[in-house]
């Protein structure tokens, strides 16, 4: 399982995904400031292969504080939005659950239902917080901590963030839009990727707006290209790659982050929705076997915490809460000693 897992990831990160990506880059530019397509196609594969190929770490660096910056501003923006449309929200929320349980059909579209609803929204969380999907644990796994529920916590805090606070402010933004930007149950004049950027626009005088949203869109985008080349690389080594498949990974990121800013909307969503959904089943089997010993190790968390104890800390081995001893020496109590001291010295 962990094989054919492996081998969906490097399909889904290697290719499909920086072709999401680079298509959302590619569709934004070209709507706010008529640049086309296959010159933004340059402008990537230009600007990605040789961070990829050399490893200019400098420009990593920079997207790690420059996201969340833009994610805080980008929240800070579409709050003033609703702010000042304090009193049209409450009638907002209460279209937005009409719509998803059908009780007016007219706002659920031609293919309303609970069902619709459901998929879409299963679709779209999957692509916005990767819970249940599997790939987040190949970032949370490098974190330095004590006990690994400080990590499972985190990760449902990064999903709480991502989905209920970012992408619901991204949704009354446009629901609070004008009629001439969106309509429940008609389609937009826009592409989904331009939608907020309309909307924005449509609530903040000034032409300020369309070049932040451009940047954010472009700062997210490409910083999650470079996330997935370290995610890809990852389970090519683990699959057994050396150097040379590596260099071949990111040929082949920098060809598909070309390929996608040219390629139709739709056929770049879809094949991300068919690469999150055979790697989410293969994902939600395994944490379904292995859930005995999530709950085991949450009770043990929780145990501690109930003790007194400031930093709980994890010992697989002789621990009558787990299901049998974890297997390896990485949770042994040497070991969670070392990470307690560690961390109280850090």
Known sequence: ?????????????GLIFPMVQSNTIAVT?????????????LVLMAVTAPILLAGMRAVAKVTEWLVPVMALAYVAVVAVVIIVSAPRVPGVLADVVAGAFNLRAGLAGTG?????????????GLF?????QGSS???????????????????????????????????????????????PGVEPAWAE????????????????????????????AYSSVLGYSNFAEINVSYLGGGRRCGVALRLAMTAATGMGAVVALDLAWVM????????????????????????????DYDSQRRSGVAEPAFVG????????????????AERARERVRTLDEG
Not at 7 to 13: E, I, R
Not at 112 to 124: C, D, E, H, I
Not at 324 to 332: A, E, Y
């Open 1 to 13: 399982m962990g094989l054919a897992f492996a081998a969906m990831l490097v399909f889904s990160y």
């Open 137 to 183: 644990p190949n970032g949370a796994a490098t974190a330095d901590v004590a006990h690994p529920v400080v990590q499972g916590l985190i990760q449902a805090l990064g999903v709480f963030i991502d989905t209920i606070i970012i992408c619901t402010a991204t949704g009354l933004t446009i629901l609070l839009a004008s009629p001439a930007v969106y309509t």
């Open 317 to 332: 081995v002789g621990n009558a809460l787990l299901p049998m001893d974890v297997p390896g020496d990485v949770w042994t």
């Open 128 to 132: 916005s917080n990767e819970a249940g």
């Open 29 to 41: 530019v070209a709507s706010s400031h008529g640049v086309a397509t296959w010159v933004t196609a």
């Open 112 to 124: 309303g239902g609970l069902f619709a609803t459901f998929l879409n929204g299963v679709k779209r």
């Open 272 to 299: 991300a929705d068919v690469a999150l959904a055979l790697m989410t089943i293969l994902n939600l089997v395994a944490v379904l076997w292995l859930g005995r010993w999530v709950f085991a190790t949450l009770r």
């Open 193 to 220: 990727t331009t939608l907020v950027q309309h909307a924005l626009a449509d609530a903040l005088p000034g032409a300020w707006v369309v070049w932040f949203m451009t940047f954010l869109v472009i700062t997210f």
